[in-house]
């Protein structure tokens, strides 16, 4: 196998770029409907709270 067809020329690898896209795209989609069921994974975030802690 040469390494010039490593996957397939150029229809195999637009196919794997493809995969790879739709597989990311998926991966953001069900981290948003996850972050929106259960919240944030670690409670609310300490960066959005209005109010500021100075030092006496």
């Known amino acids: 196998m040469s390494s010039n067809n490593l996957f397939g020329g150029p229809r195999g690898l637009l196919i ?4 790879v896209v739709a597989v990311a795209i998926l991966a953001a989609v ?10 944030p994974p670690e409670g609310p975030s300490p960066y ?6 100075q030092a006496p």
């Open 16 to 19: 794997v770029v493809a995969v």
């Open 30 to 39: 069900a981290t948003l409907v996850v972050r929106q069921v259960l919240g």
């Open 48 to 53: 959005e709270t209005t109010t500021s802690q």
